[in-house]
């Protein structure tokens, strides 16, 4: 998993984010790092919309949401997504603990 993701880095910061998707479809374990990894991406990218399509996937995974998760997904939130879906996450932040992280209460 750690060489998938630093591969799915490499083509995503080299501008190839359709094959970072790809790589990233293809892996048959996907644990929080891939998540986050992809999650912040789309953020990057201004597509709100798969990052929150992908966090719905991280939950049904069965894989716990960890700050950098929040923080990225609440940050992606801009735009296409709007602050109400963004304050949403915020308060699944607070019920997962999480508000007393610095990151996330800044996102």
């Not at 374990?29 to 798969?50: L, Q, V």
């Not at 929150?52 to 923080?71: A, N, Q, R």
């Amino acid at each position: 998993v750690v060489v998938a993701t630093s591969l799915i880095s490499m083509y995503s910061r080299s501008g190839y984010l359709g094959d970072a998707v790809k790589l990233f479809d293809d892996l048959t374990y996907k644990d929080i790092r891939c998540f986050n990894f992809m999650i912040s991406e789309y953020g990057k990218m201004g597509n709100g919309k798969k990052a929150i399509w992908l966090f719905h996937d991280l939950l049904s995974f069965g894989l716990v949401p960890d700050d950098y998760t929040f923080t990225n997904i609440i940050s992606a939130c801009n735009g296409d997504t709007g602050t109400r879906v963004g304050r949403q996450l915020h308060g699944l932040a607070v019920k997962h603990g999480l508000m007393g992280e610095t990151s996330v209460g800044n996102a």
